[in-house]
């Protein structure tokens, strides 16, 4: 599910309303997600970590995952 979050920062930079699509995605547990997700989300903190940001390793929409807990 895509949705948007609308913001402002409270800082020195710019104080004009924001706003960003992110995914929320809901699993009943961490062993539901599937490992080709799980790849997706390490290639994108790798890329980020690295500072290799491409277009084949978009990190936008930003990816929320959702799990129950036991």
Known sequence: MLT????Q???NGNPAPQQI???LIYYNSKSD????LISLIQKR???IINTQVTS???TKPPII???RTK
């Open 56 to 58: 084949d390793s978009p």
């Open 21 to 23: 699509q992110i995914k």
């Open 4 to 7: 948007t979050i609308q913001y």
């Open 9 to 11: 920062l409270d800082d």
């Open 45 to 47: 903190v790798t890329s």
């Open 33 to 36: 997600i599937p490992a080709s």
């Open 65 to 67: 995952i959702i799990t």
